[in-house]
Every structure is written in structure tokens, then in C-alpha cells.
């Protein structure tokens, strides 16, 4: 099993190697950011300081292993670099360290601010949408698919079945704005939802941040009508695979309860797919939130990416891809571990 993990991981690290390659070369080539950095005034001295600053003076291989060597949680830096760019880790050595520490996405052109530390504000609002989105898709998916399988072709299956259709077929920016106009706008009165709204409110006396799950349900149901509708149809034909089997019908003739049988036998070996759709899009809504929480005007990494897309703020931009990707690449492992729990086969492959 440790083999059959660490050679995931080293496929992730190389995927990731891949995603910073791809990332740096593709945003590298948009505009200048010493220009946009200085904005439109500026002399020539300091755009040749910031260009310095950002090793935009430097050939393009020795600027991406700079990139790399700041992106990456194991490399090498000077102790100059440690203080100026306020990295956080475990430094080893004298004037050039060697380094186990929080990857370092560069500062913000707009704002000066630390990448790091604008993701890390938008990361909870994120967090909490894509969770309450995937709980929502299982509790209703996975029972759903396991219903509609044991009650096949009667209303109840063609009605799972028709629903599943819409729900896969229906973009997720599309259904926010039905959503939000039907239940933010047209019975707000009788909701008490809003179209727009906040994970937390600011208290105007103290200043202080208070949590506001209000604002959560219609973004949350938003973002959770695909993975709930997937759900459902892998369910479903994972479960009608599954009752054919022999052992089923070995269950039934020792005398176990049907609920028994379906709930704890079949469930469990008709839950790979389910798995893979699961923490797929748990990635996939994380990363992919960003129409959603747009429309909701939802404080997430999504909206802060769409802000600093207007605004040409690359470094921002360029942090969202890459955590994106990292929560991508963590989740696959996750899947391909829970494969190995719940199918040994699977890692002796």
C-alpha cells in the first residue's frame, strides 16, 4: 500500500511541475508588469528597478527556475530573499539556505499585497460553498441512485432519470441566474433570501466578522445540482450492475433483510464510481466556482481570480491556477487511496 501511494504522489509532482510550467509561460507573455506594476506614470529608473525586482532582466529559463524555486515548497534561498519576500518555513544553512517552506506566489501588482495572503482570505468562502454543495449532492444523490435502481422503471426511476438529464445538462451560470432571480428576487418575501450575499457579515459597531450560513443556500444549491445529478445516474447504474450479482442473490437466500442487503452489501461494492465522481468534483467545484460565486457576489478564490483578470493582476491569477491545481492533484490521491481501501485489487494493479 506505502508503494502503491508513493507512486502517486510522484505522478502528482510531476503534474504539478507541468501545471508551473504551463502557468508561467502563459501569463508571462501578457503585457509588461513592470508597466503594470508602476501603472502609467513612472520614470525609467524605477521601471528598471521593478523590472529587476521581478527578474524580468533575467533570460527566460533562469526566470522560470526563479518562479519554480519560489512556487515550490523545497528549494533554495538566499537570506536576503528569506526577509524581503517574508517567506515562512524551515531554513537550514548560512547566507543560502536550504528551505521547507509555504510556497511563495509573488506579491500582488494592484494591491502590493502577498498572493499567498489574498488566496488564503478567499480559500475559506471557497471551502465552505464547495462543501456544502458535495454535502448536498450526496445526501440526496447517493439515495436517490440507490432508490431508483431498486425501484427500476417505475415514476419514481423515470423521474430520477429525467432530473439527472436536466441537472448534467443545465451550465452552472445558467442555473445561478434562474436561482437567484426566482429565489433572491421574485419570493425573496417569502424566502428571505437575497440575490447577493456574503459568508459573513461585518459588524458595523465592532468590525468583527459574523458568520451568515443565510447566504449560503441558494449559491450552495447552485453549485450542487450537477455533481448531485452525476451522483445519482453513477449510483443508480452502479447499483443495477451490482444487484445481478450471484452474491446478491446468496444474500437474499440466507435469509438477510432486503434492506440489509441494499444498504450494506451492494452499497458498498457499487461505491467506486460513486468515489470517483465525488472527490473529482469536490476539486472540480473548488477550483470551478468561479461563475457562481460571480453571480452570488460570493467573497471566494473565484471571484477574487475574475477581479484581478479585470484588473491584468497576473500574480493573483497565476496563485488561483495553481491552487486550483494542487486541490486537483490532493483530491486524486484521496480517490486513488479510498480505491485501494475499498478494492485491493486496485493496488495491486
Request: charged letters at 15%; glycine letters at 8%.
Amino acid at each position: 500500500m506505502i508503494q502503491y501511494v508513493l507512486k502517486k504522489i510522484g505522478y502528482s509532482i510531476l503534474v504539478m511541475a507541468g501545471v508551473v510550467l504551463l502557468v508561467f509561460f502563459l501569463f508571462q507573455g501578457f503585457g509588461d508588469p513592470s508597466r503594470l506594476v508602476m501603472g502609467q506614470t513612472g520614470d525609467k529608473k524605477t521601471q528598471e528597478n521593478i523590472r529587476r525586482e521581478l527578474y524580468l532582466d533575467q533570460p527566460k529559463w533562469k526566470q522560470f527556475v526563479l518562479y519554480l524555486n519560489d512556487v515550490s515548497p523545497i528549494a533554495i534561498h538566499s537570506a536576503a530573499d528569506i526577509k524581503s519576500k517574508q517567506l515562512k518555513g524551515i531554513f537550514i544553512g548560512g547566507d543560502t539556505k536550504f528551505a521547507i517552506k509555504l510556497p511563495y506566489l509573488r506579491r500582488s501588482y494592484q494591491t502590493k499585497r502577498s498572493v499567498s495572503s489574498m488566496l488564503m482570505e478567499a480559500l475559506p468562502g471557497t471551502m465552505l460553498l464547495a462543501i456544502a454543495a458535495m454535502a448536498l449532492a450526496i445526501a440526496i444523490g447517493i439515495p436517490l441512485g440507490v432508490v431508483s435502481a431498486v425501484k427500476q422503471n417505475s415514476w419514481l426511476d423515470t423521474t430520477a432519470i429525467f432530473s439527472s438529464i436536466i441537472g448534467i445538462s443545465a451550465p452552472s451560470f445558467f442555473t445561478g441566474i434562474i436561482i437567484a432571480y426566482i429565489f433572491g428576487f421574485v419570493l425573496t418575501h417569502y424566502t428571505g433570501l437575497h440575490i447577493t450575499g456574503n459568508w459573513f457579515e461585518i459588524d458595523a459597531l465592532t468590525g468583527q466578522r459574523r458568520l451568515t450560513l443565510k447566504n449560503l443556500i441558494l449559491p450552495a444549491i447552485t453549485l450542487g445540482v450537477r455533481p448531485l445529478a452525476i451522483i445519482t445516474q453513477l449510483t443508480r447504474s452502479a447499483m443495477l450492475d451490482v444487484l445481478d450479482q450471484d452474491y446478491i442473490r446468496t444474500a437474499y437466500a440466507k435469509g438477510l433483510k432486503k434492506r440489509t442487503v441494499i444498504w450494506k452489501h451492494a452499497l458498498k461494492n457499487a461505491l467506486n464510481p460513486v468515489i470517483t465522481a465525488v472527490t473529482g468534483w469536490f476539486a472540480e467545484l473548488l477550483a470551478g466556482a468561479f461563475f457562481v460565486e460571480y453571480i452570488f457576489g460570493w467573497q471566494g478564490i473565484g471571484k477574487v481570480t475574475v477581479d484581478a483578470l479585470e484588473k491584468l493582476d497576473y500574480p493573483v491569477v497565476m496563485g488561483a491556477v495553481l491552487i486550483s491545481a494542487a486541490f486537483f492533484v490532493l483530491m486524486n490521491i484521496v480517490a486513488d487511496i479510498l480505491y485501494g481501501v475499498f478494492d485491493p485489487r486496485v493496488r495491486n494493479a
